[in-house]
Structure formats: structure tokens, C-alpha cells
């Protein structure tokens, strides 16, 4: 059966402080690795990495994937208020996406 | 151009109804996903219409759960004699035809459907 774990499951960090979010995964006929912002009940789309060590980059957020260790982490610099939401990792098999439970990151002034 | 549009944005119905959930994809969109978020966990696939292609029914938790897209556009879930452990947070997601490895999924705004 597909998994994905994500660690931690929640986050509180003050404004400027730098995260990182986890997620390991292990998805049957693997294509891409995805992570997604949820704030209220949508998520929207952050990155989709399907290349061992190329790290991408938006903003202050970056992510980069290691499919020898099927492993995955996402960096937010400097962070602000606006950057508290669930933060959601997302393995895609042939056609499917399994989803992590996520991970709640709150960001206080 | 419009995204994924869901309808309601909100139910609330009593347990042993039936509650009908629509979802109106992005146009082009020919993959259909719909998904379910329950308090405090993570998004759970449910069903995925593929064009005029079988659906995979693989999520659906139970019978009475099920669900059809017309014209390979609009889709309804139809939820049939809910339970309280149905309430939920029900997302529906359309993206392209896959194409190489994209996997982009649009996701609508969602239905927040509580059973009493």
C-alpha cells in the first residue's frame, strides 16, 4: 500500500525563523513528488520535483527530492505570519496522488 | 479562465439522508479526482474519472458511497444514507490528460459536509 509520512505534524516557529518539513514516501510506479500550501480547505500547488538533487526554488520556499532515499524536505526562509497553513506532501503513482496527513505550521509575530 | 468550482460550499444534513455533492471541473480538464478530508487527517483519495474511461472506484469507502461524471465534464458524488463519520471536507481536483510527468491537480474550493 502507498505511504507518505510527513514530520513534524505541527510546527510553531516565530517570524524569521527558517523550517524545514519532511516527507518520505514510498509510492508504488513513482512519477513526481508534489507539495502543496492548504490554508483553508483547497490546497494550492507549491512544487513538483521528479529529479533526484535538483533543488526548485519560489520565493522563500524551496524544496529539493532524494529518490535513492525517497525522501523529500521543504525549506521556508525568513518566515512570515502569511506562511502558517498546513503544508501537504503528495506522491504521485501512475495516475494517483497519495497524500501525508501534513503539516501544521503556525507562525507568530 | 474560471478553476474548479464545488457546490454547496456547505451541508449539513441529518444521518440516514442522502446528500448529492457537484463538482464542475477546469474545461479541457479531462481527469477527474474527488478526495476527502476528514478532521485532523490527511486528504484521502476517493474516485478518478479519466475521460470516457471506467472510473477507479478504489477509495470509496463503502457502497454507499458513489459517484458519476456526465459528458466527461460535471461530476456528482452522491452519498447515500450518511453516517456521522462521513463528515468531512470533500475535495474535488481536475487536471489534464497526463502528459510526460505532469500531475498538476486543481483543486476547487471544496464542501464541508456535516451529518447529525
Known amino acids: 500500500e502507498d505511504k507518505v509520512v510527513q514530520s513534524p505534524l505541527s510546527l510553531v516557529v516565530h517570524e524569521g525563523d527558517t523550517v524545514t518539513l519532511n516527507c518520505s514516501y514510498e509510492?508504488?510506479?513513482?512519477?513526481?513528488l508534489l507539495w502543496y500550501k492548504q490554508e483553508k480547505k483547497a490546497p494550492t500547488f507549491l512544487f513538483m520535483l521528479?529529479?533526484?538533487?535538483i533543488e526548485k526554488k519560489s520565493g522563500r520556499l524551496s524544496s529539493i527530492l532524494d529518490k535513492k532515499e525517497l525522501f523529500s524536505i521543504l525549506n521556508i526562509t525568513a518566515t512570515q505570519t502569511g506562511d502558517s497553513a498546513i503544508y501537504l506532501c503528495t506522491g504521485a503513482g501512475s495516475y494517483q496522488l497519495t497524500f501525508g496527513k501534513g503539516t501544521k505550521l503556525s507562525v507568530i509575530p | 479562465g474560471a478553476g474548479v468550482s464545488q457546490s454547496p460550499s456547505n451541508k449539513v444534513t441529518e444521518k440516514g439522508k442522502d446528500v448529492e455533492l457537484r463538482c464542475d471541473p477546469i474545461?479541457?480538464?479531462?481527469?477527474l479526482y474527488w478526495y476527502r478530508q476528514s478532521l485532523g487527517q490527511g486528504l484521502e483519495f476517493l474516485i478518478y474519472f479519466q475521460g470516457n474511461s471506467a472510473p477507479d472506484k478504489s477509495g470509496l469507502p463503502s457502497d454507499r458511497f458513489s459517484a458519476e461524471r456526465t459528458g466527461g465534464s460535471v461530476s456528482t458524488l452522491t452519498i447515500q444514507r450518511t453516517q456521522q463519520e462521513d463528515s468531512a471536507v470533500y475535495l474535488c481536483?481536475?487536471?489534464?490528460?497526463?502528459?510526460?510527468?505532469?500531475?498538476?491537480?486543481?483543486f476547487g474550493p471544496g464542501t464541508r459536509l456535516t451529518v447529525t
Open positions: 474545461s479541457g480538464h479531462t481527469a
Open positions: 509510492v508504488t510506479n513513482f512519477r513526481s
Open positions: 521528479t529529479s533526484s538533487g
Open positions: 481536483a481536475s487536471s489534464l490528460r497526463r502528459a510526460g510527468d505532469s500531475y498538476e491537480q486543481y
